[in-house]
């Protein structure tokens, strides 16, 4: 690893609460440490994540499912609907603007401005 990545921070995003057709798409409470299991391996270098528009995913796979109570759909789960991406890049940007203002770091705004590249090309 070289050593300007060795320094930058681990940043994770995760939505527990998002809904699908048949209520929350990820079981919860109990099964959350199965997430952070995957954090972890992805902070000890193993290769369980693929690219995506928005960054990192979880390789399929590379969650550990086994005992799960219930059913997970994993395809729904990590489904990336560009136009919800759209909506939060302008909420981001609109936050940014309003509440942050100049004191934005530059290296923020360009990444936010990838971001949208890459779901606009989705």
Excluded at 93 to 103: A, K, L, R, W
């Amino acid at each position: 690893m070289e050593k300007a990545n060795r320094c930058m921070p681990k940043i994770f995003h995760v939505n527990w609460f998002r809904k699908g057709a048949n209520g929350f798409l990820w079981p919860g409470f109990g099964d959350n440490v199965r997430v952070v299991d995957w954090i972890l391996q992805r902070i000890d270098g193993k290769d369980v994540a693929v690219e995506s528009a928005i960054g990192l995913i979880p390789r399929p796979g590379s969650l550990n499912l086994e005992g799960l109570k219930e059913d997970v759909d994993m395809d729904e789960l990590f489904k990336l609907p560009k136009d919800f991406w759209q909506k939060e890049i302008r909420d981001v940007s609109t936050y940014f603007q309003n509440q942050v203002g100049e004191d934005l770091p530059n290296e923020i705004w360009d990444e936010l401005c990838k971001l949208e590249k890459r779901v606009e090309e989705m």
